[in-house]
């Protein structure tokens, strides 16, 4: 049996986690390697592993490691550290003031979108959803948003491995009609779910645009009686005008 597959490879994977966590501006794995004095092949292999389950993210233009948001995901500690939920909460609030449904903030992780924050509706009759929950990657409005995000060619290969589950019977599951939905969103800077994921509920999603950060959105969702056309228009108006402030409070800090 190699190293690799020993014990003590959890060690080095948890010094790994640790050095990063201390470096806010991230490590490249060259710079892991010599910090920790662990031969690069070792490295390698460790933050690829870490990197797949979502404890650490890569940046494609600097190549270098920061920590991931499943790391969020194993305790509420993590949780408090996510300078985005604090920069977001205030115009989480003030939106939800302003159109009367459940607001979410959250980012990609890997496979699936971890809820982050919400400001619940004050309405009688809302949707809800507790802090830490995921939901999948090809499901509703907000996975719409962060395909979008990705390369065409990506999307294509992914739809053809994974497919398009179906949750509703308004759940588009034809994959050409569905890559029209993507091309769509990276056109108009907005994602709608019409009961695509959840029967009797609608859905709009902007993406948060900053530097440094994980890919983020914030989506508002609220029962179709309650979200007509005009409304969902409207809606995004005053999301894009939240997204923006988020988006210049964190890149300010």
Request: charged share 25%; net charge positive.
């Amino acid at each position: 049996m190699t190293d690799i597959y020993k014990a003590p490879i959890v060690g080095k994977a948890f010094q790994v986690l640790r050095l990063i966590a201390r470096k806010h501006n991230g490590l490249t794995l060259s710079d892991v390697a010599r910090e920790l004095g662990i031969g690069k092949s070792t490295v390698h292999g460790i933050v690829s592993a870490l990197e797949e389950e979502g404890a650490l993210m890569r940046d494609p233009r600097t190549k270098k490691f920061t920590l991931g948001v499943t790391v969020f995901e194993l305790g509420r500690s993590a949780h408090a550290r996510i300078d985005l939920k604090d920069a977001a909460r205030p115009f989480m609030e003030e939106l939800m003031a302003q159109i009367h449904e459940s607001v979410f903030l959250g980012v990609k992780n890997v496979d699936h979108i971890t809820i982050l924050d919400i400001v619940e509706s004050t309405q009688n009759l809302k949707i809800t959803s507790p802090v830490g929950t995921t939901i999948p990657l090809l499901a509703g409005a907000t996975g719409k948003l962060f395909l979008a995000s990705m390369p065409e060619g990506q999307v294509t290969e992914l739809l053809r491995n994974k497919g398009l589950p179906r949750y509703t019977k308004h759940t588009i599951t034809d994959q050409r009609r569905y890559l029209q939905e993507i091309r769509k969103v990276r056109s108009d800077g907005v994602a709608f779910d019409d009961e695509e994921y959840i029967s009797g509920v609608r859905a709009a999603a902007v993406p948060i645009k900053t530097g440094g950060q994980p890919m983020s959105a914030i989506w508002v969702v609220g029962f179709k009686p309650s979200m007509s056309d005009e409304k969902m228009q409207q809606l995004v108006v005053h999301m894009k005008s939240a997204v923006e402030g988020i988006s210049r409070r964190i890149d300010s800090q």
